[in-house]
């Protein structure tokens, strides 16, 4: 079975201050992971995925086999960064995508 | 980017009513998803679809019946509504690994 955990619900940071968003997997075989991000009562838009090592508005996130983790990063955050921020998975071969709960990211100015 | 649309955008029905969500997209994807969002559980897998005619039962489908008689339409039908299913719903399309595109979602109350 595969797992996606975000073990923060809430995340407040101040303006310009670094952020790092939690997220680590189960999954027996090799996965695939995205971010997707979810502005105010906006749809899903996907951030990043890790086999395309992009960098979208200053996020980052790298796949750690040995510790099954992709925490998303970014190192100065913007009051525009305020949104919904979920880790999702996918098996080999054509699967589903399992998401973790989310991690509501607030920046304050 | 009207490429995957849902409708309605905000539905208020009553106990035991049916009701069909819509989700309609202009990309021929093969795969089309449909996800229950709640506050405390994330994003949850209602259905999904490899193709036209061909569905299959995700994390949570009771209460729901799904059907895909064309590859652009991808309907949700809750055969008698309950108040555990206020939910937004989200509908999604794919064509490969590479991620989701997401509907706007529907509110959906049940009172």
């Known amino acids: 079975a595969q797992r996606v955990t975000q073990p923060e619900k809430l995340l407040s940071v101040f303006k310009g201050a670094p952020v790092e968003l939690k997220c680590n997997y189960s999954?027996?075989?090799?996965?695939?992971l995205f971010w997707y991000v979810q502005y105010s009562r906006q749809r899903l838009q996907l951030l990043l995925r890790?086999?395309s090592r992009e960098s979208i508005k200053g996020f980052t996130a790298d796949l750690n086999k040995g510790e099954t983790s992709f925490h998303l990063k970014k190192p100065f955050a913007q009051e525009e960064d305020s949104a919904m921020y979920y880790c999702a998975l996918s098996g080999q071969g054509y699967s589903t995508l399992t998401f973790g709960k989310g991690t509501m990211l607030l920046v304050s100015p | 980017d009207a490429g995957i649309t849902q409708s309605p955008r905000y539905k208020i029905t009553e106990t035991g009513r049916q009701v069909t969500l819509m989700c309609h997209q202009t990309?021929?994807?093969?795969?089309m998803f449909w996800y229950r969002q709640d506050l405390g559980h994330g994003l949850r897998l209602i259905y999904y679809s490899a193709a036209a005619d061909i569905t299959d039962k995700g994390e949570v489908p009771d209460g729901y019946v799904v059907s895909r008689s064309k590859t652009e339409n991808f309907p949700l039908t809750l055969e008698s509504a309950t108040r555990s299913q206020t939910s937004v719903y989200f509908c999604?399309?794919?064509?490969?690994?590479?991620?989701?595109?997401f509907g706007s979602g529907t509110r959906l109350t049940v009172v």
């Open positions: 890790h086999i």
């Open positions: 990309w021929s994807h093969s795969y």
């Open positions: 999954y027996s075989g090799s996965p695939e």
């Open positions: 999604a399309s794919s064509d490969d690994r590479d991620g989701y595109t």
